[in-house]
């Protein structure tokens, strides 16, 4: 059966919120999202870190750039612990730039 990254993204869809037309989801829920997109072999581009301000939700500057990185494994590994160690204090949701337009079995 041959699966989109659309696909794979919205069956996570529930556990976050949509804003800017990213899906953003808490750190807990994108480590378990790293996991698959490891085992799909698809590259994380970037992690950007979101955070309240008062009821609002604003992207924080601070963000993980991994868009020069070419091997799935190691972006991953990368975006993994960042979201793991190096949130910035304050993070209640994160969200990936992937690569695009990828399909898999």
Known sequence: MIETLEKLIS???????VKAEELLLHPKDAIRLTDELEQKGIL???????F???KKIAEDPRSLDL???T???????LAREFISNRLPE????????????????
């Open 11 to 17: 069956q996570y869809q529930h556990l976050g919120i």
């Open 71 to 77: 091997d799935a494994k190691i972006s991953v590994r």
């Open 67 to 69: 868009s020069e990185i």
């Open 44 to 50: 994380i581009l970037g992690v950007d870190p979101w």
């Open 90 to 105: 304050g993070t209640a949701f994160v969200s990936f730039v992937l690569e695009e337009d990828k399909t898999f079995l």
């Open 52 to 54: 309240y301000i008062g």
